[in-house]
């Protein structure tokens, strides 16, 4: 993405003072500056905050009366 800026002189200043000393560009130092500000956000799974409820499903899930009967053979054969 681009986006186009007007900066105070002051911030360019300094901006182009830590570029120079980084041995990097205006733009490199920015983006490095924008990236270091904005907190890291946690993966979904972490930030959840709904406590997980024992039982909350219970009953919505069902086995077929065959589930613990053999598979048959062309199950293992690849051939289903």
């Known amino acids: 993405m681009t986006l186009t800026l007007e900066l ?6 300094y901006l182009l003072q830590k570029a120079k000393e980084q041995g990097v ?5 920015t983006l490095r500056l924008l990236t270091n500000s904005i ?6 799974k972490l930030q ?3 406590p997980r409820v024992f039982g909350q499903y219970q009953g919505t899930i069902t086995m077929s ?4 009967e053999p598979l048959p053979d062309a199950f293992w054969l690849g051939e289903l």
């Open 8 to 13: 105070p002189s002051e911030l360019e200043q």
């Open 25 to 29: 560009s205006i733009e490199a130092m």
């Open 39 to 44: 907190p890291k956000q946690q993966p979904a």
């Open 48 to 50: 959840s905050k709904k």
């Open 65 to 68: 009366a065959d589930f613990d």
